[in-house]
């Protein structure tokens, strides 16, 4: 099973910052299955960026992914006060004990 | 609108069973895989089972394996969850969310339901 380690668990950061979030793979993320989501206090996550670069529809401009491999990269360039909340990357392997694997999670708070 | 309505949570004791339900509209559930995904109460995220669309392949993870059955019906675009032999680890919000359509695969979970509380508790 692939287990993806996310950092800073943490991340406090003012409006108008750049936020960089990251996404380790123990192994290589067979063709860059690796997604990132924005969860909400009260809400289900909902995808920002597939296939690690790929924005979701309706996802804004200051949102980017970047990586390949093992090391995936999460970066808001200018924060905006909704864009505090948790994100997750999650990524997906073929063959293997589970499937699907979700990273621990980054909690982008007002500094 | 894609809407996902997750049901079928509640309080259930040490040992006991409970299905959970999700209801599909506004898309062609049939041509969808589907998944429950799970989160215990201010944790993180985990996979917990998937199902091909027409139910040929399921998947489950190691935590739930034999003690969890995933199905569907197509006919009533609804998804289910059956949950036995439960345990406190078990207690979370259960959401289903859509998966790879016939026509295009991602490996991403683009729509989800609202959550079902279950909690395991004597």
């Known amino acids: 099973e692939i287990v993806l380690t996310q950092s800073p668990g943490t991340l406090s950061l003012s409006p108008g910052e750049r936020a960089t979030l990251s996404c380790r793979a123990s192994?290589?993320?067979?063709?860059?299955?690796l997604t990132w989501y924005q969860q909400k206090p009260g809400q289900a996550p909902r995808v920002l960026i597939y296939?690690?670069?790929i924005r979701a529809t309706g996802i804004p401009d200051r949102f980017s992914g970047s990586g390949s491999g093992t090391d995936f990269t999460l970066t808001i360039s200018r924060l905006e006060p909704e864009d505090f909340a948790v994100y997750y990357c999650?990524?997906?392997?073929?063959?293997?004990?589970?499937?699907?694997?979700f990273g621990q999670g980054t909690k982008l708070e007002i500094k | 609108e894609v809407q996902l309505v997750d049901s079928g949570g509640g309080l259930v004791q040490p040992g006991g069973s409970l299905r959970v339900s999700c209801a599909a509209s506004?898309?062609?559930?049939?041509?969808?895989?589907m998944h429950w995904v799970r989160q215990a109460p201010g944790k993180g995220l985990e996979w917990v089972s998937g199902?091909?669309?027409?139910?040929?392949?399921?998947q489950y993870a190691d935590s739930v394996k034999g003690r969890f059955t995933i199905s569907r019906d197509n006919a009533k675009n609804s998804l289910y969850l059956q949950m036995n032999s439960l345990g406190a680890e078990d207690t979370a919000f259960y959401y289903c969310?859509?998966?790879?359509?016939?026509?295009?695969?991602?490996?991403?979970?683009?729509?989800w339901g609202q959550g079902s509380l279950v909690t395991v508790s004597s």
């Open positions: 296939r690690a670069s």
């Open positions: 969310a859509t998966g790879c359509s016939i026509s295009s695969c991602d490996r991403k979970f683009d729509y």
């Open positions: 506004g898309f062609r559930f049939g041509d969808y895989a």
């Open positions: 192994q290589s993320v067979t063709s860059n299955y």
């Open positions: 199902i091909s669309s027409n139910s040929g392949d399921r």
């Open positions: 999650q990524q997906f392997q073929r063959y293997g004990v589970s499937p699907y694997t």
